[in-house]
């Protein structure tokens, strides 16, 4: 059970208004010392510089029910924000401080215009999920991400992670499985149709990948080392 004296021994490990507003997060549980919260954000709060600061600060002051001052910060948080992983810090904020779904889509919007890598997508896409849980947005930066990953040398890799990412995030198998069936016309290596269909976990949808290396692959003996 936390209490002041258990949490105040916590305080010098604290490097960060991020890690300062966990810790008056943990000091609103029961038994929740709200005075001791509210003192912890007050000294720390002229100390943000960064979005994500800003917008830790205010789920707490949110948390202690002063709408006023959650507000005024995250006014702050917007007029801080920079990049595209700001603009995610942003968002979340928007959405669990001020209610505001649109205005967290539209930080997403563009921290979606800033990210080009498709690990960085997939984050986004995982990020936005647990948030607002944005179905449809999510397929948006799954789209980027598959054009993307037709870019890149490694293409079979990037497929997997995308596939692998959008079931374990997305939790929609027939999306899913269009994104094999769209990296399976694209790929033609026995090694890449390989590593797609031992990704699949349906053996169903990976028997055709499999007959299709049989089919296209003349060196019997490199085969059976891939396989």
């Not at 949490?7 to 490990?13: D, G």
């Not at 094999?180 to 055709?208: F, I, V």
Request: charged residues 25%; proline residues 2%.
């Amino acid at each position: 059970m936390a209490t002041r004296d258990t949490l105040s021994a916590k305080e010098a490990s604290c490097n960060s208004p991020e890690d300062w507003a966990a810790l008056a997060h943990e000091a609103l549980t029961e038994p929740a010392d709200a005075e001791y919260a509210k003192k912890l954000v007050d000294d720390i709060a002229g100390d943000c510089q960064f979005t994500k600061d800003l917008v830790a600060v205010a789920t707490v002051y949110k948390a202690l029910g002063d709408d006023t001052q959650a507000a005024e910060f995250m006014q702050q948080a917007e007029d801080y924000c920079m990049s595209g992983e700001e603009q995610i810090a942003l968002a979340e904020g928007k959405f669990k401080v001020l209610n505001d779904k649109a205005g967290a889509v539209t930080a997403y919007e563009q921290a979606l215009k800033e990210n080009a890598n498709v690990a960085t997508l997939l984050e986004l896409a995982k990020t936005m999920l647990a948030v607002i849980c944005d179905k449809e947005f999510a397929k948006k930066i799954y789209a980027k991400a598959e054009a993307k990953a037709e870019t890149v040398a490694a293409r079979a890799a990037e497929y997997v992670k995308l596939a692998q990412a959008a079931a374990a995030d997305l939790g929609e198998a027939e999306y899913v499985g269009e994104l094999y069936e769209r990296a399976a016309a694209k790929l033609s290596t026995p090694a890449d149709l390989l590593l797609l269909a031992n990704s699949m976990n349906d053996p169903a949808r990976a028997k055709p990948l499999y007959i299709k290396v049989l089919e296209s692959s003349g060196d019997v003996q490199s085969l059976a080392k891939l396989l």
